[in-house]
T-cell receptor, first 118, second 112 residues
Framework: EAGVAQSPRYKIIEKRQSVAFWCNPI?????LYWYQQILGQGPKLLIQ????????DSQLPKDRFSAERLKGVDSTLKIQPAKLEDSAVYLC????????????????FGNGTRLTVT | GDSVTQMEGPVTLSEEAFLTINCTYT??????LFWYVQYPGEGLQLLLK?????DKGSNKGFEATYRKETTSFHLEKGSVQVSDSAVYFC???????????FGQGTRLTINP
């Protein structure tokens, strides 16, 4: 099966600019996640979708970050305006069901988008 | 809140050496525990998991046992190969919470 697709692979922007990332999950996967991985740290969940509804966005900095999954398939994550501390790898993941973290179907991760904010 | 602590890296071993990567966790309930691996240039992938105390997860020669009394989930392999060079992440998820909480990762390098 095709894996989770993300684009772009790399992005360099200046602070205060905006940027968008795209993710296409594995076909049929209802749950989609966006994680932020800062260098030297483990991934941190930003937002979780179940189909096109938000399940958890408690750690999303909503003053500058937004995400949508309008048709319950692919998703975009936007940052506006970017700050230096947003430099990180942004990982998209999907799973067949929402119980993935509790022993249900595993998360499948994309290769990520590496963002550098200068 | 929930947290995961891994042994600091990087870890460098010779081929066929015994590997242990320590992982301890803090959780309010009864979490499921996971090890994910990230090979160079690839995305994170699930290596093994355990969903209750005393369970042993295993895959590709790696093993980890869910120790509730010591709140640990150490990753072990009896004889590592060059192809095991990667970054390893320990993670947990509270029952019903769905999201994964990751440790900081341990970079492993195996020399021939």
């Amino acid at each position: 099966e095709a894996g989770v697709a993300q684009s772009p692979r790399y992005k360099i922007i200046e602070k205060r600019q905006s940027v968008a990332f795209w993710c296409n999950p594995i076909s049929g996967h209802a749950t989609l996640y966006w994680y932020q991985q800062i260098l030297g740290q483990g991934p941190k969940l930003l937002i979780q979708f179940q189909n096109n509804g938000v399940v958890d966005d408690s750690q999303l900095p909503k003053d500058r970050f937004s995400a949508e999954r309008l048709k319950g398939v692919d998703s975009t994550l936007k940052i506006q305006p970017a700050k230096l501390e947003d430099s990180a790898v942004y990982l998209c993941a999907s799973s067949l069901d929402r119980r993935a973290g509790t022993g249900g179907s595993p998360l499948h991760f994309g290769n990520g988008t590496r963002l550098t904010v200068t | 809140g929930d947290s995961v602590t891994q042994m600091e890296g990087p870890v460098t071993l010779s081929e066929e050496a015994f590997l242990t990567i320590n992982c301890t966790y803090t959780a309010t309930g009864y979490p499921s525990l996971f090890w994910y691996v990230q090979y160079p240039g690839e995305g994170l992938q699930l290596l093994l998991k355990a969903t209750k105390a005393d369970d042993k997860g295993s895959n590709k020669g790696f093993e980890a046992t869910y120790r509730k009394e010591t709140t640990s989930f150490h990753l072990e392999k009896g004889s590592v190969q060059v192809s095991d060079s990667a970054v390893y992440f320990c993670a947990l998820s509270e029952w019903g919470a769905q999201k994964l909480v990751f440790g900081q990762g341990t970079r492993l390098t195996i020399n021939p």
